[in-house]
């Protein structure tokens, strides 16, 4: 099992940039596919980015490709999300999740651990 724990998030100017992380403990980090997710009040939770366990294969939703960048580091058991060009849309609860072994789509039902969330607001 897989225990994951968000920081980073916050409150910034659209046009701005974050860096979220999120350390994961527990045996095994690098044998599991990583992802976020994100939940504005109101609305489902949606899958915005996910990568291989080993780094090499990424995956992200139309609406953040060219702005986020997911990435890992396997030695410090810890994912990453640099966020940029931020909007007032992007303004969510982000979580991030794990799925072991491979992964699939961003689908939620798809991954079986989650952290708490971290927010990030984005004011115009």
């Known amino acids: 099992q897989v225990q994951l724990v968000e920081s980073g998030g916050g409150s910034v100017q659209a046009g701005g940039s974050l860096r979220l992380s999120c350390a994961a403990s527990?045996?095994?980090?690098?044998?599991?596919?990583m992802a976020w997710f994100r939940q504005a009040p109101g609305k489902e939770r949606e899958g915005v980015a996910s990568?291989?366990?080993?780094?090499?294969?990424?995956d992200y939703t139309d609406s953040v490709k060219g702005r986020f960048t997911i990435s890992r580091d396997n030695a410090k058991n810890t994912l990453y999300l640099q966020m940029s060009s931020l909007k007032p849309e992007d303004t969510a609860m982000y979580y991030c999740?794990?799925?072991?072994?491979?992964?699939?789509?961003?689908?939620?039902?798809?991954?079986?651990?989650w952290g708490q969330g971290t927010q990030v607001t984005v004011s115009s």
């Open positions: 999740a794990a799925r072991f072994i491979s992964c699939g789509g961003l689908r939620r039902t798809e991954y079986g651990y």
């Open positions: 990568i291989s366990p080993g780094g090499s294969g990424t």
């Open positions: 527990g045996y095994g980090y690098r044998n599991y596919c």
